[in-house]
C-alpha cells in the first residue's frame, strides 16, 4: 500500500508558476514510477507527466511539454511538478500517481497503481 499526499496547488493568474508536491508513504518510494494526471470539469483524467524510477527519464504530454517539469527526491520520498507559464487550460484537479510498472495508462493504474486525493490548481486568464 503507498499512501500520497499532494500540496502546492491554489489559485493563480495566467503566466504564473506553481510547484506540487507528493510525499509518499508507505511502501518503497524509489519502487515505483511516479507521475502526475489532471481531470478539469466534464473531462476524464489525462496523463501530464512522469518520471522513471531513478529520475532519470521524463515523460510529458504534448500539452505542458516545455511549461512543466517533474522530478523527485527519493530521500523525502516526494515527487514535484514545477508548472511554469500556467495558461487558463491547465485549471484542473492534479493528481499524484504511483505504479509499480512503467506503464502509466488509466487502465494500468486501475490495475495496481495508486493515486492521492487530488489538489485544485485555478488559472485565470
Known amino acids: 500500500q503507498v499512501q500520497l499526499v499532494e500540496s502546492g496547488g491554489g489559485s493563480v493568474q495566467a503566466g504564473d508558476s506553481l510547484r506540487l508536491s507528493c510525499a509518499a508513504s508507505g511502501r518503497t518510494f524509489s519502487s515505483y514510477v511516479m507521475g502526475w494526471f489532471r481531470q478539469a470539469p466534464g473531462k476524464e483524467r489525462e496523463f501530464v507527466a512522469r518520471?522513471?524510477?531513478?529520475?532519470?527519464?521524463?515523460y510529458y504530454a504534448d500539452s505542458v511539454k516545455g511549461r512543466f517539469t517533474i522530478s523527485r527526491d527519493n530521500a523525502k520520498n516526494t515527487v514535484y511538478l514545477q508548472m511554469n507559464s500556467l495558461k487558463a487550460e491547465d485549471t484542473a484537479v492534479y493528481y499524484c500517481?504511483?505504479?509499480?510498472?512503467?506503464?502509466?495508462?488509466?487502465?494500468?493504474?486501475?490495475?495496481?497503481?495508486?493515486w492521492g486525493q487530488g489538489i485544485q490548481v485555478t488559472v485565470s486568464s
Open positions: 500517481a504511483a505504479s509499480p510498472s512503467m506503464t502509466m495508462t488509466i487502465a494500468a493504474m486501475a490495475a495496481g497503481g495508486y
Open positions: 518520471i522513471t524510477w531513478s529520475g532519470s527519464r521524463t
